[in-house]
């Protein structure tokens, strides 16, 4: 039978935070659960954003989780390289594939035209609002002349009918093709957008199951979409809910004591983190260390709790407690 694989696919922008980590550790349970493969993978074809020093600290701060993977950059694997500034040519060949059937074409408009180009992963507000699809029918005429002013980004044609998809954490969940807009596949700046690029390598590496945070739900629709324009089988999509404080503000961004790295130096140890994420996910029903590789009986997709999965003062405190 074919075995079951799964990734974890950081960006190299900074540390890895408290979030990042329960998305790492339920895609990595749900795989070791399943006796299946696991995967590392470091996203960083954001170059400007990207930084070597992230990826390393990343690495580590995953294996002190407790955290393996069977193929990785460090180590290689049937599918290498694991690191997206190598694998170019890969996207560029499925640009090639979609460019010849009609499914992309190029785009002029200006930053300050639209309110953002896609490029960052993170839900529509990053996305920016759905394309008007200004550029979508010019004329090769128009094209040319534009094309002698420009160098345009590439935009996918986004299907006009729903997109629906079942997902393992959130149930059915429909998107209106139309409303989510034509989305950045190559930006003017000759960067491949996190879109292709993240689907591109999910479909190569033969990933059965995608874990990951509920800020990227709103990718998968569009993620699904090039699947099928690329003749592609999609995974499995699960996106877990955000770590949240008691007012149901998002931690991952706002605070900076809780990244890995920071809890580390702080004297926490892994199997208090491990375990408090396992009883907040709702896994565990006590809250008492479990190293990462003790918790792989215990996993079941989360249920879905409506505002995220709460880091109560109460936790943080005995997290804290060493
Ligand atoms: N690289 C993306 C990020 O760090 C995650 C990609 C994914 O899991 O699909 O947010």
């Known amino acids: 039978m074919m075995k079951r694989r799964g990734r974890f696919a950081p960006t190299p922008s900074g540390e890895l935070h408290i979030g990042n980590a329960l998305s790492a550790l339920a895609s990595w ?13 470091i996203e960083d074809i954001d170059k400007p954003r990207s930084r ?51 499914k992309v074409y190029p785009c002029y408009c200006s930053r300050s035209e639209l309110a953002s180009i896609a490029s960052a992963p993170h839900g529509l ?21 534009k094309e002698a002013k420009k160098t345009p980004a590439i935009r996918f044609i986004m299907p006009h009918e729903p997109i629906a998809f079942q997902d393992g954490v959130a149930g059915w969940v429909q998107y209106d093709g139309d409303a989510l ?37 709103d990718s998968t629709p569009r993620q699904l979409a090039l699947y099928e324009a690329l003749g592609q089988q999609p995974p499995s999509f699960a996106h877990i809910p955000l770590v949240v404080d008691e007012s149901g503000e998002r931690l991952s961004k706002r605070d900076k004591s809780l990244t890995l790295a920071s809890l580390r130096q702080a ?21 008492e260390p479990a190293t990462a590789r003790e918790l792989i009986k215990a996993y079941h997709p989360p249920r879905i709790p409506g505002s995220g999965i709460v880091l109560t003062e109460r936790i943080l405190q005995w997290l804290l407690n060493k």
């Open 52 to 102: 070597p020093e992230f990826a390393a600290q990343g690495v580590d701060d995953l294996l002190w989780l407790g955290i393996d993977w069977d193929e990785g950059p460090d180590k290689g694997g049937r599918f290498a390289p694991y690191v997206q500034s190598e694998r170019e040519e890969r996207y560029h060949a499925a640009l090639e594939q979609l460019r010849a059937a009609g």
């Open 267 to 287: 004297g926490v140890k892994p199997e208090r983190l491990t375990g408090a994420l396992a009883h907040m996910a709702g896994w565990t029903e006590r809250l």
């Open 125 to 145: 507000s990053s996305e920016g609002a759905a394309y008007p699809g200004l550029c979508r029918h010019l004329t090769a005429e128009e094209q040319f002349q």
């Open 181 to 217: 807009g034509d989305f950045v596949v190559k930006r003017a700046d000759e960067m491949f957008s996190y879109q292709l690029a993240v689907t591109v390598d999910d479909s190569a590496m033969g990933i059965t199951d995608v874990l990951r945070g509920a800020d990227l739900l």
């Open 29 to 41: 349970l749900q795989i070791r659960q399943a006796n299946g493969e696991f995967a590392l993978r």
